[in-house]
Every structure is written in structure tokens, then in C-alpha cells.
């Protein structure tokens, strides 16, 4: 039995403001197809303009950079397929993300206060797109 939960974050290269729309609604797909695939319960998942969170559980047995590299990786790949025009927008062409991320690991006590937290990214996010 196991109850490993994480919280993980990652973000556009240069905090590039391009997650939304068509996008944003087809890397959520991507987000639960992916979590499927790989055993992953993807309990919340918020994409923002410009960063990812996504609330996980994961059989211990799996490391959590390698989940965040799985995720990057096929999400990048994807995104760049269905969506050309995405890659132009980037400063450096073959990059979406950002190398690094961050996730912290929490049981059942701090669940609530997660999710509460992925939710209220939604409402202070309202800054424009700096081109």
C-alpha cells in the first residue's frame, strides 16, 4: 500500500506565454492520456499560460524526474506536431520547456491545501504576453 502524492511545476522557456487556447486544451488531453499510459493518477492538472502543475500520484517505485521527463518529453514532441507554428515562438526553435521544474511530495494532510493552491493559479494569472 503506498500514498505518494506530488506536486509538480514546470514552465515555457522564458516564461513564454503560449499554453493557451487550442494549445493549452490539447496538452491537457495529452497531460491524462499520458498519466494513463504510464499507471499515473492525475488527480489536477491546471495549465497556465506560461507554466504546468500537476497533481500526481505514482507508485513509489517510479521516480518523479523521470514522470517529469516522460511528461516534457511526449508533451514537447506532440505539441510541436499539431501545432508548427508553436515552434516559431520560441526563441530557441527546438525548445518548449524550460530544463528545470519543480515537485514536492505530500500525503493526505496537505491534499486540500494543493489543490486549493492549483486552483487559485487560475485567478492571480492575468498578466498580458510580454512578445
Known sequence: MYN???HMVWSTKYRKKV????IADFLKQLHERIATEK???LAEQEVMPDHVHL???AHPKFSPSNFVKIFKGITAKELFEKFPLLRSKMYHRGHLWNPSYYCGTMGDVTKDVILK???MQKVKDDSPEIA
Open 4 to 6: 505518494i502524492n506530488y
Open 19 to 22: 499554453l493557451t487556447g487550442e
Open 39 to 41: 499507471g499515473v493518477t
Open 55 to 57: 497533481f500526481v500520484t
Open 117 to 119: 493552491y492549483i486552483e
